[in-house]
Structures are given as C-alpha cells and as structure tokens.
C-alpha cells in the first residue's frame, strides 16, 4: 500500500454512504471536524515519541499519515501538490548545497 493508493480510497470515499465506510462517514462531518482528528492523532504521536515507545510511535504515526491526507482531501488539496512542494524544497537546497561548495 502506497499513500498514493491510500489517498485514491479516501477520495472516493468523499461521494460514498457515510453508513458505509468510517472514513467517508468523517469526510461528511466536515474539514473542520477532520482537521481536529488530526490534530488528535498527531498529539497521540508526540506522547508516544516522547515516551520511546517504537510500536506505539509506529502505530500512532500510521494514524497521523492517514488522518493528513483524510484532511487534505476534506480540503481538495492534492497529496501530488504537497509531493511537487517537497521535491521544490530538495530541489532548492541542492542548489544552495552546490552554492556552497
Ligand atoms: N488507514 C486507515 C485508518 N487509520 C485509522 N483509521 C480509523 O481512524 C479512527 C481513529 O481512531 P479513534 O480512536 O480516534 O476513532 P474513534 O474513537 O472511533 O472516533 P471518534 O469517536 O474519536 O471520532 C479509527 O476508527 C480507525 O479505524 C483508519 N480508517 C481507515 N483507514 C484506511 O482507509 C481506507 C478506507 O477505509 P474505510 O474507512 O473503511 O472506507 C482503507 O484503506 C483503510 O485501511
């Protein structure tokens, strides 16, 4: 599973049955209410980083990979806009790297 083939299921499940599915019933609660399960599950994250705990951390963390892109779907922003603005940043400090060489 790529989050490419995670973020294709979620967007369908934007015109799905909200009885159907948990993540289409989120969608239809609204941006608002899954940028908090967002926030919720990146807060769950920090404590398990905090902690040490490697099996909670990795657990918390495929919750917060999932409830990011529930939001940027929630949004209409596309998962390859956020990728094209990673690959824009690397692409940019490879060029201050080479600046400084
Ligand atoms: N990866 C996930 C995934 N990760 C977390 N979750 C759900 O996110 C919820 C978060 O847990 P919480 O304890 O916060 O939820 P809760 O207490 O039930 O909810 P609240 O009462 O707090 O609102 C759980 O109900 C999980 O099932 C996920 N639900 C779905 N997926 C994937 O999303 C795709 C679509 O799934 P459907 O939701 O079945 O359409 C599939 O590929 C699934 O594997």
Known sequence: MTLDDLFVTIQSRKSADPSSSWTAQLLAKGPEK????????????????????????????????????VMLASRDVALSDVLDELSRRQAQSGLAEKAAR
């Open 34 to 69: 899954c940028a908090e399960k967002f926030g919720e599950e990146a807060v769950e994250a920090i404590i398990e980083a905090v902690k040490d705990d490697k099996a909670g951390l990795t657990s918390e963390a495929a919750d917060v990979l999932y409830h990011l892109l």
